[in-house]
């Protein structure tokens, strides 16, 4: 079973738009993690934000903002007002306990501003 | 330099061929690891080392041997590779091992087999 899901793969908005990228994830762990990277053309992987599983406290960062609810077991991610410079690859990944808390990334969601 | 550095950044080699990726990280981790990044796939964790000792071995085909020599070098050589594994190579470090340790990537080295 696919452990995280983000199932938009491709996104395209237009400057100064706000997108929302989903990820869902899937867990039998009470303590795990949950990460958001990005990937601009350059190829690198730039970490973004890290949550552990006991903190479901929503957190912005300037135009960024994270949505963590172990409810639905999300952990979505806002851009305000999008900027042709977050065109990149996103993925989610999750660290678990189990299996000795090995990350497991999503496939990833593109997104692309225009300007 | 800073962060973790990947050498060569493009690489094209025929099936015959040898050839290694050099990775080196500058931020004093203990714990390194290969992926595979193919089109349209998730990536594909391949080794890991902690304290140059190797923790993971993917199911990972012998043509690719990975090598560390300490904790701030990693190298992956290739051998006899398929068109297949055409993808890109990415290293990442952290601190120690997995968990809730952030993970810093390099710029990756991308691959085309002939």
């Known amino acids: 079973a696919q452990k995280v899901t983000q199932a938009q793969t491709e996104i395209s908005v237009v400057e100064k738009e706000d997108v929302t990228l989903d990820c869902v994830y899937e867990?039998?762990?009470?303590?795990?993690?949950l990460f958001w990277y990005k990937q601009p053309p350059s190829g690198e992987l730039v970490f973004l934000i890290r949550?552990?599983?006991?903190?479901?406290q929503n957190e912005i960062s300037g135009r960024y903002s994270w949505n963590f609810q172990k409810s639905t077991s999300s952990f979505n991610f806002t851009i305000t007002a999008s900027q042709v410079v977050d065109s990149a690859v996103y993925f989610c990944?999750?660290?678990?306990?189990?299996?000795?808390?090995?990350?497991?990334f999503g496939a990833g969601t593109r997104l692309f501003v225009k300007a | 330099e800073t962060g973790v550095t990947q050498t060569p950044r493009h690489l094209v080699m025929g099936m015959t061929n040898k050839k290694s990726l050099k990775c080196e990280q500058h931020?004093?981790?203990?714990?390194m690891y290969w992926y595979k990044q193919s089109a349209k796939k998730p990536l594909e964790l391949m080794f890991v080392?902690?304290?140059?000792?190797?923790?993971e071995n993917n199911s990972v085909p012998s043509r690719f041997s990975p090598e560390c020599p300490n904790s701030s070098h990693l190298f992956l050589h290739l051998h006899t590779l398929q068109p297949e594994d055409s993808a890109l190579y990415l290293c990442?470090?952290?601190?120690?091992?997995?968990?809730?340790?952030?993970?810093?990537f390099g710029p990756g080295t991308r691959l085309l087999v002939l």
């Open positions: 990442a470090s952290s601190q120690d091992l997995f968990g809730k340790e952030t993970q810093y």
């Open positions: 867990t039998r762990d009470t303590t795990y993690y």
């Open positions: 949550r552990n599983s006991f903190d479901e």
């Open positions: 990944a999750l660290s678990e306990q189990t299996g000795g808390f090995k990350t497991i």
């Open positions: 931020l004093g981790h203990n714990a």
């Open positions: 080392y902690n304290f140059k000792e190797q923790t």
